[in-house]
Nanobody, 117 residues
Framework: QVQLVESGGGLVQAGGSLRLTCAVS????????LGWYRQAPGKTRDVVAT???????SYAPSMKGRFTISRDNAKKSVELQIDNLTPEDTAIYYC???????????WGQGTQVTVSS
């Protein structure tokens, strides 16, 4: 069983930066691909970025340039750096873990990011 706990969200002014962290508990961290998703009010939950078990990042086309995903296998965590925030980035950001062996998927409870103009 894997549990995910996000932190680092908050209220920030446009143009600012945030670093979101997801702490992952449970076994076999290294076999989980990890990702960040976001869901704005009234919209679907969309992928922001993912990172493979080997540390290869991948970004949604609209997210390239301002988002940086990284993972720390020693700390069992995944982070998302967001730069030059805009009000359109306002959403709940969710951490995701995908077990590459048994295909189980896990979600965190989400962290709210609010960007003021």
């Amino acid at each position: 069983q894997v549990q995910l706990v996000e932190s680092g969200g908050g209220l920030v002014q446009a143009g600012g930066s945030l670093r979101l962290t997801c702490a992952v508990s449970g076994s076999d961290f290294e076999i989980h691909a990890l990702g960040w998703y976001r869901q704005a009010p009234g919209k679907t939950r969309d992928v922001v970025a993912t990172i493979s078990t080997r540390g290869t990042p991948s970004y949604a086309p609209s997210m390239k340039g301002r988002f940086t995903i990284s993972r720390d296998n020693a700390k069992k965590s995944v982070e998302l750096q967001i730069d030059n925030l805009t009000p359109e980035d306002t959403a709940i950001y969710y951490c995701n873990a995908y077990n590459t062996v048994d295909s189980k998927v896990y979600w965190g409870q989400g962290t709210q990011v609010t960007v003021s103009s």
